[in-house]
């Protein structure tokens, strides 16, 4: 996402009185991945990585206990790849649904749903 449009998410939700309740950053998470403790504050977060996929972010995503993912791709070689690691790390996948949005192109969009089978407790 954009600044430009993150920054109207941001002004949505102060209007409507959810301004603490969503939190906006930009940050280069292929260079400077969120730790699994940034994470582990959040119910929720949504990941929509670059064609290459997120494999930094998503170990430490495997690591926190966030208890729901939503994972945007572009990609689905690099979807299967991230996917694997939450599955592989005590996250379920709940639901998985292809989006045909560029109708002459072989392009695909994948959103899919992880939720945290049990929390750990370190």
Same mark, same amino acid.
């Given at each position: 996402? #954009?600044? @430009?449009?993150?920054?109207?998410? +941001?002004?949505?939700?102060? $209007? *409507? !009185?959810?301004?603490?309740?969503?939190?906006?950053?930009?940050?280069?998470?292929?260079?400077?991945?969120?730790?699994?403790? *940034?994470?582990?504050?959040? #119910?929720? %977060?949504?990941? +929509?990585?670059?064609?290459?996929?997120?494999?930094?972010?998503? =170990?430490?995503?495997?690591?926190?206990?966030?208890?729901?993912?939503?994972? %945007?791709?572009?990609?689905?070689?690099?979807?299967?790849? #991230?996917?694997? %690691? =939450?599955? *592989?790390? !005590?996250? *379920?996948? $709940?639901?998985?649904?292809?989006? +045909?949005? &560029?109708?002459?192109?072989?392009?695909? @969009? =994948?959103?899919?749903? &992880?939720?945290?089978?049990?929390? !750990?407790?370190?």
């Amino acid at each position: 996402m #954009d600044k @430009e449009s993150l920054n109207s998410l +941001d002004i949505a939700a102060r $209007k *409507e !009185n959810f301004g603490n309740k969503v939190n906006i950053k930009v940050r280069d998470l292929k260079n400077f991945p969120l730790t699994s403790d *940034e994470l582990s504050k959040y #119910d929720a %977060i949504i990941v +929509d990585p670059p064609r290459s996929g997120a494999k930094l972010q998503f =170990l430490n995503i495997a690591r926190s206990n966030v208890s729901t993912i939503i994972s %945007i791709s572009c990609n689905v070689n690099t979807f299967v790849r #991230d996917a694997k %690691i =939450l599955i *592989e790390s !005590n996250y *379920e996948l $709940k639901w998985v649904q292809p989006i +045909d949005q &560029f109708l002459f192109s072989a392009h695909v @969009e =994948l959103v899919a749903i &992880f939720q945290l089978k049990y929390k !750990n407790v370190n």
